[in-house]
């Protein structure tokens, strides 16, 4: 495992949490929305989210004891830190762009009924 995948692996996502919830408000979005593609992706609840937070969970914790991940995730495609999520070859790696991807996109104004590929 390289360097930068196992930084992901256990970078807290109570660290970086408020920054998604931070990028989405700079645009007028909102935590609700940040809230609501995790739980699309994950199948945390708002409660679930934020107990996990507490306990500064590291990125593999969190996505390998997800409740649910949402099949439709696979749906996801698109450039993030400069590498195509859809070809990304580690699983953890690709949900953590997953989510990045799809928190880009909610700062990008684009509908939410668009980015939970409803």
Do not use: H
């Not at 199948?43 to 590291?58: A, L, P, R, S």
């Not at 953890?92 to 799809?102: H, N, P």
């Amino acid at each position: 495992m390289d360097k930068q995948t196992t930084r992901l692996y256990t970078m807290s996502f109570g660290s970086v949490y408020p920054l998604y919830i931070a990028k989405a408000e700079r645009k007028q979005r909102t935590k609700a929305e940040v809230d609501a593609i995790i739980t699309w992706l994950t199948g945390y609840t708002n409660e679930q989210i934020q107990q996990e937070v507490k306990k500064e969970t590291d990125f593999k914790t969190f996505f390998t004891k997800a409740p649910y991940m949402n099949p439709s995730r696979r749906l996801i495609t698109g450039v993030v830190c400069g590498v195509r999520v859809e070809e990304i070859e580690d699983p953890i790696v690709q949900e953590i762009r997953y989510l990045d991807k799809l928190v880009d996109e909610l700062a990008k104004g684009k509908a939410i009924d668009k980015i939970l590929r409803k």
